[in-house]
């Protein structure tokens, strides 16, 4: 079986092809927009999240990873809404079309594209979450989620107020997550309709967790992975109550002297359950510490991390983002990930070795390999 990366840049997409997992191929695609995300779908459609600051957020569909076309709708807040205020104060120091004058509830980027039970859903910011059951052609708001009592104190996080991980369950289409930085993790047990929060057990700041990340194997939902602002935790309870799992990872200090392990993203090989993170050197430098760029694994439900650095470069002072890895999930399983300098890494088993497979990209946002 071959494997498509559709890696995500701040000018484009590079579509990396392989039929080895070995040797590359690789062409650039969407030049000038900034992409951020994308999914495919049941039957075999991709769509990619693109957004520019003259434009707005569109998303854009491929049979074929060659031609591209634009759909005709996005998701897009009602005209009238109104913003967060600390969102819009965050968006309106660049916003030099003058789109927030008048403090409108606006999409300005697509974080994260997921699709499930015939469904594709968008998570959004300002944070919202939208969902189309018609291969994207309409999309709708999800009202119990949009509108929920009190989402106009949510805190943002650096970047602005966004909706950047969804998760569902395969057994159950009720049940939805979604991580929104810098507020918590989300759950809905009927359909969208309501939520609480799942914060229990994760070190918070005035009230609020920053969660970065969540993984887990949609077939075994209950058990899941969380990178936080805070630490590394997970939960058997489907997010009910979070444990701290750091053992051998490394941990430094925040810059308000919280010690704990520091990153963005995390990902799941489903077939052997096994979770992989890239450490960071704290909030303050979001670098890998001491300059050395390497990939953390547990095979043991977070029990234990082992680093993962055999092909990777010393001296890499970069960041990874935190939708800028994935797993292909062939057998043995493939990671790849991308870095803030335009890197791209990849790892055909499990991260026992690693080797660069694109390069000179703009800054890498968004990660996603494909079985071809």
């Known amino acids: 079986m071959g494997v498509a990366v559709i890696v995500g840049t701040k000018k484009g997409a590079a579509i990396l092809t392989s039929n080895t997992r070995e040797n590359w191929s690789a062409e650039f695609v969407l030049k000038g927009w900034n992409v951020t995300a994308s999914v495919r779908d049941e039957g075999g459609r991709y769509y990619t999240a693109i957004d520019n ?3 707005g957020a569109a998303i854009m569909v491929s049979d074929d990873l060659k031609e591209w076309r634009q759909l005709e709708n996005a998701p897009r807040y009602q005209p009238g809404e109104k913003g967060n205020p600390e969102h819009i104060r965050i968006k309106a120091s660049s916003d030099f079309m003058g789109r927030y004058k008048d ?3 606006l999409v300005d980027q697509i974080w994260t594209l997921h699709a499930a039970h015939g469904a594709i859903y968008a998570g959004v910011s300002e944070a919202g979450v939208f969902v189309s059951r018609d291969r994207g052609e309409t999309w709708a708001g999800i009202d119990g989620f949009n509108n929920r009592p009190g989402r106009e104190e949510w805190p943002p996080g650096f970047g602005g107020l ?5 998760l569902t369950d395969a057994k159950n289409p009720d049940r939805i997550w979604v991580g929104v930085s810098s507020v918590g993790l989300f759950r809905s047990d009927d359909g969208g309709k309501s939520w609480a929060l799942k914060n229990d057990g994760v070190n918070q700041t005035i009230g609020s967790s920053c969660v970065h990340r969540v993984t ?3 077939a075994n939902a209950d058990i899941m992975y969380r990178q936080d602002h805070r630490g590394m935790y997970m939960t058997k309870n489907g997010g009910d109550s979070w444990t701290v799992i750091e053992t051998g990872l490394p941990v430094g200090d925040l810059s308000d002297g919280h010690r704990c392990s520091f990153g963005f993203p995390i990902v799941m090989d489903k077939r052997t359950q096994s979770v992989f993170a890239v450490p960071l050197e704290g909030d303050n430098f979001r670098m890998p510490p001491n300059g050395k760029l390497a ?3 547990t095979r043991d439900g977070g029990g234990r991390w082992e680093a993962l650095d055999k092909g990777l470069p010393d001296g890499a002072f970069v960041s990874v983002l935190r939708g800028a890895m994935s797993a292909d999930q062939l057998d043995p399983g493939g990671v790849y990930f991308g870095t803030s300098s335009g890197a791209v890494f990849a790892s055909p088993d499990l991260g026992g070795h690693w080797s660069e497979i694109a ?3 703009p800054r ?4 996603e390999a494909y079985v071809t």
């Open 359 to 361: 390069s000179g990209l």
């Open 162 to 166: 966004c909706a950047h991980t969804l």
């Open 103 to 105: 403090a409108p509830r």
């Open 364 to 367: 890498i946002g968004s990660v």
């Open 216 to 218: 887990h194997d949609p």
């Open 53 to 55: 600051d003259v434009f």
């Open 295 to 297: 990939v953390y694994r």
